[in-house]
């Protein structure tokens, strides 16, 4: 398990992602994807070997890949990448060159702290656009996640429109590079710890 990309933000410190284990993980990420505040990820019924299996599947497909998020060290997020062309969105919008997908998801906190999810896909969308090739963020939340949208507003993503997928009815809304930027420039410094590795081969996302 490597460290793919390392940001630093302003108030809260060292985020990072690394590869993500689908065994060895699965113990940590059954109690994310299953708690009462993580109902969007549509996973609340799964048991750990069902978790162990999604994130196997995730890890043999060419086109979508999980990583573990780290704060300070310690695990604290998950997030996924996927090309829109092949997986979740194929068919349901108008596709171009160098759109990339992203999930994320925050573990559950005792005591949360203010910014925190906002500094999390701050770090996330600042990990895709590390890679040259992506020119936009494409995401498709439920309709219903009324937080997730005022995030995702934050950090740049216009609304296209609703999209009724098979599992819900999502908002598909697109981040540029350049709207990244003007939303979120100020949100600290950012390095890949191996811009290769950060990478997938076929140049997308999730």
């Given at each position: 398990m490597s460290v793919v990309f390392t940001r630093v933000d302003d108030?809260?410190?060292?985020?990072?992602?690394?590869t993500l284990d689908p065994e060895a993980d699965a113990p940590l990420l059954h109690g994310w994807v299953t708690h009462p505040?993580?109902?969007?990820?549509?996973?609340?019924?799964?048991?750990?070997?069902?978790v162990i299996e999604e994130y196997r599947r995730i890890a043999a497909h060419p086109h979508h890949d999980a990583y573990l998020g780290l704060w300070r060290g310690s695990p604290a997020f998950l997030a996924e990448r996927y090309d829109p062309a092949h997986v979740e969105l194929?068919?349901?919008?108008?596709?171009?060159?160098?759109?990339?997908?992203?999930?994320?998801?925050?573990?559950?906190?005792?005591?949360?702290?203010?910014?925190?999810?906002?500094?999390?896909?701050?770090?996330?969308?600042a990990w895709l656009f590390a890679d040259p090739a992506t020119r936009r963020v494409v995401v498709e939340p439920d309709v219903r996640n009324t937080a997730v949208h005022a995030l995702n507003a934050a950090v740049g993503f216009e609304v296209v429109g609703p999209i009724a997928k098979p599992e819900k009815d999502a908002l598909l809304s697109v981040c540029t590079r350049a709207r990244f930027e003007a939303a979120a420039g100020h949100a600290g410094p950012t390095t890949a710890a191996d811009p290769a590795a950060?990478?997938?081969e076929e140049g997308a996302p999730a």
């Open positions: 108030r809260l410190g060292a985020f990072a992602l690394r505040k993580a109902a969007f990820w549509l996973m609340q019924d799964a048991d750990e070997a069902q194929v068919g349901l919008y108008d596709h171009q060159p160098g759109d990339v997908g992203m999930h994320f998801l925050c573990a559950p906190a005792g005591a949360p702290v203010h910014g925190f999810t906002r500094a999390v896909i701050r770090t996330v969308m950060a990478t997938r």
